[in-house]
Each structure stands twice: as C-alpha cells, then as structure tokens.
C-alpha cells in the first residue's frame, strides 16, 4: 500500500517562502505523476501543480512563476517550492501520486499565509 507523507506547511507572511514536501513509501514502482491540489474553506479542491516521472510540470494559472514543483526519484518525494505567496493561497495541501489508474493521497498539510 502506498503511502504519502507531506511536511513543511505553516504560517507566513504575504510575500514570504514556504516548501512542502511529500514522501511516498511503500511501493515497487515509480509513480507516474505525482502533484499537488489545494483545497481552501468553502471551495472546491484545485489542482496546484503535477510532476510526471518524465519530469513535465503543469501549473494552475494562480501560481505560474510562484510555486515550482519538482521529484526526486531517488528519494521518491516531490517538493513545491512557494515563492510571493499571497493571502489567497491560504488551503490545506494535498500530495497525490498517480500510478496507471490509481489514486493516492497524503494526509494535507495547512498552509497559512498573512496579510
């Protein structure tokens, strides 16, 4: 069974840095995509951004020159790395991996950014 672990959410001030981290354990096999949604109090979840194990990224157009995502597969855990963050970024973030048609998901991490 494989499982997500995420770390390095907290709270920041507008403008300031944050980078999650997302461990996966417990698999055989590299995960085909792995990434990263959001979901903030009162709306639906969106996607942030996704790394493929070809090493494509795709971002939400919200955080394009913001955020950067990328995997180490070595380590299998995917990173997001937050620059300007704003008070609009304020969710609880979920790491998911993706391999052939199965799902799976971290547990979320908070993220809270100050105005």
């Known amino acids: 069974q494989v499982q997500l672990v995420e770390s390095g959410g907290g709270l920041v001030q507008a403008g300031g840095s944050l980078r999650l981290s997302c461990a996966a354990s417990?698999?055989?096999?590299?995960?085909?995509?792995m990434g990263w949604y959001r979901q903030a109090p009162g709306k639906q979840r969106e996607l942030v951004a996704t790394v493929t194990s070809g090493g494509s990224t795709n971002y939400a157009d919200s955080v394009k020159g913001r955020f950067t995502i990328s995997r180490d597969d070595a380590k299998n855990t995917v990173y997001l790395q937050m620059n300007s963050l704003k008070p609009e970024d304020t969710a609880v973030y979920y790491c998911f991996g993706r391999y052939s048609l199965y799902w799976y998901w971290g547990q979320g991490t908070q993220v809270t950014v100050s105005s």
């Open positions: 417990g698999s055989s096999f590299s995960l085909n995509a």
